[in-house]
């Protein structure tokens, strides 16, 4: 019993430790809003893989740049609309 409080109270811990592992009450769409922010953000920092995208695409370093940041504003559209409770 008190091996799984332990790992209940380390997970709970860590969900509000960090934005992207999630909660109970993640819905799918900031699930990937966080994967598809996360993964724009690993591409900038490596910079042999900016340099892959930008030749890739023919574009320079800092327009492949400026675009990823451009798509971390709303990676996934806008969020659904939540039915409310009444």
Request: glycine share 4%.
């Amino acid at each position: 019993m008190t091996d799984r409080y332990n790992i209940h109270s380390q997970l709970e811990h860590l969900q509000s430790k960090y934005i992207g592992t999630g909660h109970a009450d993640t819905s799918k769409w900031e699930w990937l809003v966080n994967q598809h922010r996360d993964s724009y953000c690993s591409y900038m920092g490596h910079f042999d893989l900016l340099n892959y995208f930008a030749v890739a695409e023919n574009e320079s370093k800092a327009r492949v740049r400026f675009n990823l940041m451009e798509k971390m504003l709303q990676p996934c559209g806008p969020p659904a609309d939540k039915p409310e409770d009444a």
